[in-house]
Structures are given as C-alpha cells and as structure tokens.
C-alpha cells in the first residue's frame, strides 16, 4: 500500500506515465469535457472537493513546469487567480473558449465539485532533472 501522496488509483497512474510536456486539467464541475479525453470525476457534491484543494495535492504529487488558465479568471475569480499565481510557476491565459479547445489535449480532466466561474487550469508536466 501507498505510503503518502496521491492514493487514487487512476490518478497516481496517470501521473506515473506523464512525460515532460504532457498536459492534465484541473476543471470545475461545469467545464465540459472533449470527447476522447478521460475524465476522473472526484465531485460528490456542489463545491467538494474543492478546486484549490484538489490543485495543492496534484502540485505536491506532481512536477509542473508551467500552466494555462482563462483570462476571464483573473476579473470574475479574483481569489482562485491570487491562489494560483502563489502557487504555480509561469502561468499563461488565454480566452475561455481557447482554453476549452486546449483542454483536448490533456492526458485527463480531473473534475472538482467546484462550483465558482473559471476554476480551470491546464498543467505542463515539467522533470526533475
């Protein structure tokens, strides 16, 4: 049995086959999810687990070189936005609807309960080395 960090089993998985430059997003409860993409869906009830909750874990278990978030948050998610800027290196925005396109391409969508406007961020996988 795991020690410590992520014990989901789908996540620490995927996280396991990253490389660099592979993407994951981290989504609300109403970002839609791309057809093809897989969505591990943590919700169980409006709000939890929350967005920020489920960020500090991923970035504890994950090496994250950069991020994409919709420029809409910075004005209509003042707090989330402060958070993430604390938080994660090199962050890039973008309009919502470039940022849904975006998220096509992430590995997986994990899907919070939370339930505030823009609470979405594409993470870059970055090395350790």
Do not use: W
Request: some cysteine.
């Amino acid at each position: 049995m795991k020690k410590k960090g992520i014990l989901n089993r789908e996540l620490a998985a995927t996280f396991a086959r990253l490389g660099h430059t592979d993407q994951i997003t981290i989504a609300d409860c109403g970002l839609p999810i791309p057809d093809g993409v897989r969505c591990i869906d943590l919700s169980y009830i409006i709000g939890k687990p929350s967005f920020l909750e489920i960020l500090g874990v991923v970035l504890d278990d994950l090496e994250v070189e950069s991020a994409v978030i919709a420029s809409e948050m910075v004005s209509m998610n003042p707090m989330i936005f402060d958070e993430i800027q604390h938080q994660v290196p090199q962050v890039t925005e973008l309009p919502h609807e470039e940022f849904k396109q975006l998220t096509g391409r992430s590995k997986v969508i994990i899907r919070t309960g939370e339930a505030t406007p823009y609470s979405n961020i594409i993470l870059q996988s970055g090395v350790l080395f």
